[in-house]
């Protein structure tokens, strides 16, 4: 076997493509199949949020857990070694973005519902260094160089983004989503320098 297996690279690829494609349209929904298989459950033809369900997309949880098992052997072969062609880099790299966005979506979320005013300029980010620590872990392997070069708080500033272009609207009463958008406006006054 080579770095990946044919099953580890179809869902590395349905990864990728949850985290590229417009969670508005159909593709959302075929990509979560393929990564899914048989565990799939089918809500909704496209995907939205509804007032009605406590649990938005019943497979987000179970895409999650397959981003985390997949990256965790990938990184496991990389550091012990392999060396994959570009093609499976820039793959492994997809992967490890989605499992930073879903692992730390709450923890965004909680940053982009609450109030920013003058006296949160230079205040910390309680999760940062997990997130910093994390982004180091998984990408930044010597010798492997990836696609993307992510640095860790450019990278945090860019997931915020994300997140907060999928909030509900100040005021509304809609539950957290989970949203593959991109977009948004200038971040709060939190920061990620160093202490």
Known sequence: MGFMSGEERALGAALSRLGYANPFLPERIEAERAALGPA?????RVWSVRADRTVQNPNIARLAERAAALA????????????PAASDRGLYEDVVLYLLYTRYENDLFDLVVQPADASDAGRRIPFYEKFHADCQ???DLPGVPLPGRQEPGHLFASLFQVRR??????????SRTT????GGRSTSGWTTSPR
Do not use: Q
């Not at 799939?40 to 909704?44: I, Q």
């Not at 965790?72 to 060396?83: D, P, S, V």
């Open 179 to 182: 949203c593959a958008a991109t």
């Open 165 to 174: 272009a999928c909030a509900p609207p100040s005021g509304s009463r809609s």
């Open 137 to 139: 872990h998984f990408l």
């Open 40 to 44: 799939f459950v089918h809500a909704d």
């Open 72 to 83: 965790a052997t990938l990184r496991e072969r990389l550091a012990a070694g392999a060396e």
